[in-house]
């Protein structure tokens, strides 16, 4: 539960913060911002609206493709060289970066965050930890997760959305119909499906590999459903076993052969600014199958340790993080979900999405975002992950034994977290 009277009172406090900051005296400072896209555009659209705020302030942005960012970040961590103010990181490197020890822990002194975690949907801040316990970065933006389809698909196949999202079984059954009547293909992989299933169920401090007493967790229930799943997707013959953002994937999804994709609420700006523009009125968005909430994605600001401008980089964060009107620029102009909890209840969230044929659909983005659970992360989190997928292929592709395939996965993590 969030605590209204702490909401109201923070908001004050960053209000009369940033009244104050925009008649402070700094010195002539000039901030680099190390960003990727499309989280740099949200930079972008900020820098004339600080400057307002901070005339003395110059931002410079930074940007690399998604990959070489994390990479130049990553060895700029552990160079301590080439270093930005602020880094922009997706969370799925959260976990290695504050680990390395390079990232300011943003619950202490001077920052002391801890004060604003009430203020961002739950499952953000344990992201933000990196399972180091401190508080690594700041969220921005996050990514509930929704099952996008195409509706005319699944009218000429006779299948509803509830058969689709009633249970997995039922998923498969509906795939199977789908691949008979139109050609087109239910999922873009059978991967896909285990990155749900092995999420679902979790409360609130657990992990996805490792429960909350350091234990692997990947021989439980919960990942040979994951497993059984997406071997029946692929003996069905129903998935194209392509991988996201391939251009055999953003084709499959143009042309229609591939009937729905489960990502991130955010796929459906892609969709209709690049991917499938021509396809509006086509697509709609759903709750993911089976009652799972899960969360696709999420951006992060950070101050490395030996970042030059640490007082100007925390300003700037806030700006870009505590400043309702700004994440709602970004939602509404990069479809950029919130991560601030005030900034979801703009009335923005209750419009229709022209793009889904009308469908209200950011009212059960945020019910997901409302109902996603407060994982743990482990440090050894990407590690677990490319053992896990390693194993899935081999039962995809080479036909190994669920339980078999599960065990020696466990006995390799065990041996890696040993390292």
Known sequence: MFNKKKLGTVALA??????????????????????????????????????????????KLVSLAYGDHHNAMTTALATGGNLPDVMGVEYGYIGRFAASGGLEDLRAAPYNA???????????????????????????????????????????????KEDLTKDWDSYIAAGKKIKEATGSYLVASAVDIKDIVIRSGLKDGEGIYFDSENNISVESPRFKEAFRLAKAVREAGIDAQVGAWSSEWTEGLRRGTIASQMMGAWLGGHLAGWIAPESKGLWRSSHLPAGAYASWGGSFYAIPKKAKNKEAAWEFIKFMTLNKEMQIAAFRDLDAFPALVEAQNDDFINQPIEYLGGQVARVEWKEAAERIPAMDVHKHDPVAEQIINDALEAVLERDADIDTALADAAKLIKRRARR
Do not use: C, N
Request: cysteine-free; aromatic content about 10%; charged content about 15%.
């Open 14 to 59: 960053l209000g009369a913060s940033l009244a104050l900051s925009a008649t402070s005296a700094w010195a002539k400072t000039t901030i680099t911002v190390a960003s990727f896209p499309s989280f740099d555009q949200a930079v972008v659209s900020a820098i004339p609206l600080y400057k307002k705020l901070h005339p003395e302030v110059e931002i």
């Open 114 to 160: 801890g004060q604003y975690e009430d203020l961002f949907s739950k499952f953000t801040i344990p992201l933000a930890t990196g399972g180091t316990g401190t508080l690594a970065a700041m969220p921005a933006d996050i990514g509930p997760g929704a099952l996008f389809y195409r509706k005319d698909i699944l009218e000429k196949a006779g299948v509803t």
